[in-house]
């Protein structure tokens, strides 16, 4: 079963706009949040995290935010330009998954000029 | 090298042949993950090294698939008698910190076809 969920497949957004990409999870033990980016043929790239006794960590245009009891979280990127059109994945783990992250299916974002 | 390296990075195989893939981490990596990541998912964990010790093989589908780190270092991911539902890529991240906390960096993948 998906412990995260990335509900949106994809997103279409302006250069200079806001982009906002949601993930849910189904599982309280989760800690510790990622996300992650992915370009055609090439692996994730690790972008930005949050653990759980936060509800927001900032890093340049990317934002992290942690509602705990909506087990949701979001990624705000804040201008959005047309380089971080990509995959972006969105990844969970917690002290009983052992050493696995739990990665939801992914969001493709496309920042249009 | 800078990155975390795999091969081939594309591989097809007859339904029932055994494959081998290759993963190189960042040089002095203690930790080296396998995920496979099928069409339109997202990356399932498959193996957990430290150093040579596999920690964690909780991910591995059935016992056709084997993975090795025999010094700690180059990684080895075999799969026998392949069969068509193991068609995905497959993912070698390494990290210089132990446990899965930490954002790891992934390798670009070796793409299995099996035919």
Do not use: H, V
């Given at each position: 079963d998906q412990q995260v969920k990335q509900n949106s497949p994809s997103l279409s957004v302006q250069e200079g706009r806001i982009s906002i990409l949601n993930?849910?999870?189904?599982?309280?033990?989760?800690?510790?949040?990622?996300?992650?980016?992915?370009?055609?043929?090439?692996?994730?790239t690790f972008l930005i995290s949050i653990s759980s006794i936060k509800d927001k960590n900032e890093d340049g245009r990317f934002t992290v935010f942690l509602n705990k009891s909506a087990k949701h979280l979001s990624l705000h990127i804040v201008p959005s330009q047309p380089g971080d059109s990509a995959v972006y994945f969105c990844a969970a783990s917690g002290p009983n998954s052992g050493y696995a992250l739990n990665f939801g299916k992914g969001t493709s974002l496309l920042v249009t000029p | 090298g800078a990155g975390v390296s795999q091969s081939p990075r594309y591989k097809v195989a007859k339904r029932g042949q055994d494959v081998a893939l290759r993963c190189d981490p960042i040089s002095g990596h203690v930790s080296l993950f396998w995920y496979q990541q099928a069409l339109g998912q997202g990356p399932e964990f498959l193996t957990y090294f430290q150093n040579?010790?596999?920690l964690d093989k909780s991910g591995l589908p059935s016992d056709r698939f084997f993975a090795e780190r025999p010094e700690g270092s180059v990684s080895t991911l075999k799969i026998q008698r392949t069969q068509q539902e193991d068609s995905a890529v497959y993912l070698c991240a390494s990290s210089s910190m132990t446990g899965s906390n930490y954002g790891y960096t992934f390798g670009s993948g070796t793409r299995l076809t099996v035919v």
């Open positions: 993930c849910d999870y189904t599982n309280s033990m989760f800690d510790y949040f990622l996300w992650y980016k992915k370009y055609p043929a090439e692996g994730p | 040579e010790a596999q």
